[in-house]
């Protein structure tokens, strides 16, 4: 365990610039030397066994604008493509991982959506958690790289790979509608709301799920969270118990992704985490997956949400976890 000590030691712990709306764990280096980087992997990929330590430690360590630079700096160095040479001297888990890193945030969203809907069924957990959990911003993005990635738009995919409730929700989350937050609060509408979520489930015999997709896919954030507040003046049950209780499946998971996502989103990712990592035979894909797509936007917060709620690090609990091999460990608790 010596070298995960040394990782350990070597984690990233500044938020980096005078950025304070996101909280990366992975920030631009200092005295970066693309150059150098890049010479460096060369070797590393080069060496009998392949040093895979070092690869992972200059990629994990750098931002993805620099590993961008190096993978500049790589093919003019090596007459070859960076991506095409981790390929080919990485396997598994790690070679999924470096090549995740070498994506934009946007780019490796676009890919775990790609691969959840893509051959014989669809993976719908993670489909759930890529769609419900990104605001507007990063779904807009997430779309347009989409398009550029696989020439094919999401909405379309998304249709062609569910059905029912599940994709109106899918889809309308997709389009954006969301509005923007605003700096009046329109009590009359929270009331409007709370009572119109109420009556379309708790209150009826079955659910009107079309309003509740409507209210959850077009509503500001701060005004869902006031809207839910308002709720329990109507309902037995909070928004929450009051889903458990209406919908089931992936419409179930769906709507408390969102409403925890709502709630607090960087808990929402520590919870996903905690609950990955919990038992033997960890969900290395929902781990690596929420490490890698928000390490550059809020791993910062989500390690706090996470040390906060389970009174234990993240790294800790990733070190001790059942990773299937010690160097995705590694990878992983580098980019903490």
Request: glycine letters at 6%.
């Amino acid at each position: 365990m010596a070298l995960v000590s040394e990782f350990l030691g070597q984690l990233t712990l500044s938020y980096g610039g005078e950025e304070q709306t996101k909280f990366p764990t992975v920030v631009p280096a200092k005295d970066f030397d693309p150059g150098q980087d890049a010479a460096r992997i060369e070797t590393a990929i080069k060496t009998k066994g392949v040093d895979e330590q070092t690869i992972i430690d200059i990629l994990t360590r750098r931002s993805y604008e620099q590993r961008r630079e190096i993978a500049f700096e790589y093919e003019r160095i090596a007459k070859k493509d960076l991506n095409a040479a981790l390929k080919g001297a990485l396997s598994g888990s790690l070679e999924s991982l470096m090549l995740g890193l070498m994506k934009s945030t946007a780019q490796f969203d676009a890919s775990e959506l790609k691969s959840s809907m893509k051959g014989l069924g669809t993976d719908e957990e993670a489909l759930i958690e890529l769609v419900c959990s990104r605001n507007n911003e990063e779904l807009t993005e997430i779309k347009k790289v989409y398009r550029e990635m696989f020439k094919k738009e999401l909405e379309k995919d998304i249709s062609g790979d569910t059905s029912g409730n599940f994709e109106k929700l899918l889809l309308a989350l997709v389009q954006t509608k969301r509005d923007d937050p605003s700096s009046v609060v329109d009590y009359q509408k929270i009331d409007d709301d709370a009572k119109a979520l109420y009556e379309a489930g708790v209150k009826r015999k079955g659910t009107d799920v079309t309003t509740w997709i409507s209210i959850m896919s077009q509503r500001s954030i701060p005004h869902l969270q006031k809207v839910f507040e308002r709720y329990k003046s109507y309902s037995p049950y909070d928004m929450k118990e009051s889903i458990r209780k209406e919908v089931k499946g992936d419409m179930e998971k769906s709507f408390l992704t969102l409403v925890e996502c709502f709630e607090n989103r960087q808990l929402y990712f520590a919870n996903r985490l905690f609950e990955a990592m919990k038992n033997k035979g960890a969900k290395e894909k929902v781990v690596t997956r929420i490490m890698v797509s928000r390490c550059e936007v809020d791993l910062m917060k989500i390690r706090s949400e996470f040390k906060r709620q389970h009174k234990k690090s993240l790294y800790q609990t990733i070190a001790v976890s059942h990773c299937s091999k010690l160097n995705i460990c590694w990878m992983l608790m580098g980019i903490i």
